[in-house]
């Protein structure tokens, strides 16, 4: 039996039909819970039914909560009609217990960082809306109105937290405190809303959104910096039992803490290795001589936004045209790909997946060259694959797709970081690969893209459970911080950013190179079981197929193939 369904017509993505069952009802009604509670989510898909952001205060918290209840008990009473089936059920009723374990655990009255909570996704939300015609700017404008609400909801959750004693880390309080300040600023995120509208009708309007929405984050500045950095955790670990509830949310199975520190240290030392060969081979005495050299070069910089983007579509496009006579083929739907820059955007790069209807293409996102400085073209080819294609786009995109056989929930809310952010570290190493890193430049980058990510993996675990330092002593920010500057060349801006980034997102940064290590795992053992029969171009197909799932389901899966 085999857990993979082949499409029809591969080329266009078109998938076999298959009749929907009541497990797949259950989980579209889901869903539709989902999109009425989190407005948000709907227009991640391009499915929003309703302006706004959902009840952040404590009351709306507690009807998620409810709500993901009463559909797990659905759920278990219901029994799988195929094998779709079975890893529909076995991964919402793993995220639907997570959510029901999450609310028990108090993880909204912290859930604050300065990457993956309530102001960014404001943030990106204003990001997606259209502004194309009149009614766009409509609907900007009654979003932005609806900010104030959305703040206040979110600040009586994290005042509730104080009550409880159940509050995050002063570093992330200071920190997204100060984010909450720059986009309120008269020439921050808020302030390029108003300059990205061209109705005079609908500018009063827009305006007035927008000033109301600088008042919210204004006040939430306030409440971050004098309400709740005096009463929040003063320490960034959360514990043992904190980390493993986040890292089964991120990962989709369970780890062993420990084995994997030690693991990450293992695959940093290699990466180091790799990356010092790579320098040799540039010419160079050393990794940082390299880099320098490399980031002198006129002829790798890029300093203006628009050239920005022109240099991401035209090396997306070439890479999308080359790709399929090799190992990936990339459907007929997925062939349009955009490459965007945003003012409000810290850290790295990001891919937003189509809508639904396909009527906003994937896009691959960068921040502004105002906020993140020069952009090196040696470290973002790499990027670039990550991202787009064959990273995410391709993984996500194909779930996208498969409106035959999967539904909404499996096509476009399933999964897990492990899985989709292990796919798209196994895609630039596939490029590699495949030709597409043949300077040694350009690989470079790429081994110092990987260095970073296994860093960051003893980091996250050694920060949050507390484990010995390699270097001796223990783990806090500041020690990460010098840990993670002496594995990347990148500006000591962006080392600080990804540093506060895991001391508030537990679990999130180990899923890279965990999943990476886990679809190696998968690979290996479908190539092994079908020796001279194996075709890796029908093992990347029929994996990405399955939409995105756990880790546990991608393993499964594999299990199943070979039986």
């Known amino acids: 039996m085999t857990l993979f369904v082949p499409s029809a017509d591969t080329r266009s993505g078109t998938s076999a039909a298959r009749t929907p069952t009541p497990i797949d009802a259950l989980a579209e009604r889901w869903v539709e819970d989902l999109i009425e509670l989190s407005p948000v989510i709907g227009l991640r898909i391009g499915r929003e039914v309703a302006d706004g952001y959902g009840d952040l205060s404590p009351d709306g918290h507690a009807e998620r909560a409810a709500r993901a209840a009463s559909t797990l008990a659905a759920l278990d009473s219901l029994d799988p009609q195929d094998q779709v089936d079975a890893v529909t059920k076995a991964d919402l009723s793993a995220s639907l217990s997570w959510m029901t374990d999450a609310y028990a655990a108090g993880w909204h009255l912290r859930d604050l960082n300065v990457l993956s909570s309530v102001p960014q996704d404001i943030r990106q939300a204003i990001d997606l809306l259209p502004r194309a015609t009149a009614a766009d700017e409509e609907r900007l404008a009654a979003r932005l109105s609806m900010v104030p609400a959305a703040i206040a909801g979110y600040i009586a959750t994290l005042r509730e937290g104080i009550v409880q004693g159940v509050t995050p880390a002063r570093h992330q309080a200071a920190a997204v405190a100060k984010q909450a300040s720059a986009f309120a600023a008269p020439d921050g995120f808020f302030a390029s809303v108003v300059a990205g509208t061209g109705s005079r009708a609908l500018r009063r309007e827009v305006d007035a959104g927008v000033d ?12 971050l910096t004098h309400d709740l950095a005096p009463a929040a955790t003063p320490t960034d670990a959360v514990g043992r039992d904190l980390y493993s509830l986040a890292s089964r949310h991120h990962l989709g199975t369970v780890i062993d803490p420990e084995e994997i520190y030690r693991w990450g240290l293992d ?11 790579a320098a040799r081979e540039l010419g160079s005495t050393s990794v940082l001589e390299a880099v320098a050299e490399l980031t002198a070069d006129p002829r790798r910089t890029l300093t203006d936004d628009a050239e920005v983007r022109r240099w991401l579509q035209r090396e997306s496009d070439l890479a999308m045209a080359a790709l399929d006579d090799t190992s990936v083929e990339i459907p007929l739907e997925l062939r349009s790909l955009q490459a965007m820059t945003s003012p409000s955007m810290q850290g790295g790069a990001h891919y937003t997946a189509p809508s639904d209807d396909l009527g906003r293409p994937g896009r691959i996102w960068w921040p502004s060259r105002k906020v993140a400085g020069p952009f090196a073209t040696w470290r973002e080819r790499t990027t670039m694959f990550h991202e787009g294609i064959p990273g995410h786009h391709l993984q996500m995109g194909m779930a996208v797709i498969a409106r035959g056989r999967l539904n909404t929930w499996r096509r476009q809310l399933a999964g897990s970081a492990g899985h989709s952010e292990g796919w798209a570290l196994y895609a630039e190493r596939l490029m590699e690969k495949l030709g597409f890193l043949e300077d040694p430049a350009d690989r470079l980058g ?49 080392v600080r950013f990804e540093v506060d980034r895991y001391l508030g997102w537990p679990g999130q940064a180990s899923a890279y190179s965990v999943g990476l290590r886990v679809w190696n795992e998968v690979l290996d053992a479908r190539r092994g079981a079908e020796g001279n029969g194996f075709s890796l171009r029908e093992f990347h197909r029929e994996a990405l197929e399955l939409g995105g799932v756990s880790l546990d389901a991608l393993r499964s899966s594999s299990r199943t193939h070979n039986t």
């Open 446 to 494: 790429m081994l110092d893209a990987q260095r970073l990510r296994a860093a960051r993996v003893v980091i996250d675990i050694g920060v949050h459970l507390q484990l010995p330092h390699p270097d001796g002593g223990g783990w806090d920010a500041a020690s990460a911080t010098r840990f993670l500057r002496s594995h990347t060349s990148m500006s000591d801006q962006f």
């Open 212 to 223: 109301a929405a600088r008042v919210a984050f204004t006040s939430l500045e306030h409440f």
């Open 267 to 277: 695959v940093l030392a290699q990466t180091v290795a790799e990356q010092e060969a």
